[in-house]
């Protein structure tokens, strides 16, 4: 059973720089797994945020961006909102039809 | 503007046959290209995928419900139905659907529809 992992909470000051990873339980995360990654406030449907890696879906801010780190694919929030207090997930394709959901980061804004 | 809407029980029992309905808008299941997907969210928990269907009615299912899983598609009503046998009380959780859009092998989730909140319990 494929685990795709994420750092389970993150806190960034308004202003700062956090950057979010995804990864796999075996192996690394490559541009053929197509990340993309979503942002979900409390009580609301999730909202894309990047995919393909680092595509900025329409009406993102800029300062949200994607890119692969190492191993892991990652998303970056440079110059934090307090409306960015949100969880974030990723996905990842496995080929075949099959996605894997990440488990997610809370990231706090204060 | 494309839309998707999810309906079904927000009770059902253990044991029970659980059957969603995601009614969408804007696009259509028989166009080359198109696929929805499902998702669910148990409370305070993340997301998982479920299962997607294809404008070919290629279907896919996470490895580790497939023998529970069913996902069809009623191109005439722009709707896929996605059932799920056996509920058991872990299956509580909001099943969103959501269009799975496509630039050349990349796929994503967008947009989600609001979510529809089912619980297992006698």
């Known amino acids: 059973q494929t685990v795709v992992t994420q750092e389970p909470s993150f806190s960034v000051s308004p202003g700062g720089t956090v950057t979010l990873t995804c990864g796999l339980s075996s192996g690394s995360v490559s541009t053929g797994y197509y990340p993309s990654w979503y942002q979900q406030t409390p009580g609301q449907t999730p909202r894309t945020l990047i995919y393909s890696t680092n595509i900025r879906s329409s009406g993102v801010p800029d300062r949200f961006s994607g890119s692969i780190l190492g191993s892991k694919a990652a998303l970056t929030i440079t110059g934090a909102q307090a409306d960015d207090e949100s969880d974030y997930y990723c996905v990842l394709y496995m080929g075949s039809g099959i996605y894997v959901f990440g488990t997610g980061t809370k990231v706090t804004v204060l | 503007q494309v839309t998707l809407k999810e309906s079904g029980p927000a009770l059902v029992k253990p044991t029970q046959t659980l059957t969603l309905t995601c009614t969408f808008s804007?696009?259509?299941?028989?166009?080359?290209?198109?696929?929805v997907g499902w998702i669910r969210q148990p409370p305070g928990k993340a997301l998982e995928w479920l299962a997607r269907?294809?404008?070919?009615?290629?279907?896919f299912y996470s490895t580790s419900l497939k023998t529970r899983l069913t996902i069809s598609k009623d191109t005439s009503k722009n709707q896929v139905v996605l059932t799920v046998t056996n509920m058991d009380p872990v299956d509580t959780a909001t099943y969103y659907c959501?269009?799975?859009?496509?630039?050349?092998?990349?796929?994503?989730?967008?947009?989600w529809g609001q979510g529809t909140l089912v619980t297992v319990s006698s």
């Open positions: 804007g696009f259509s299941l028989s166009t080359t290209g198109v696929r």
């Open positions: 269907i294809d404008w070919d009615d290629d279907k």
């Open positions: 959501a269009r799975i859009r496509a630039s050349g092998a990349a796929t994503w989730f967008d947009p």
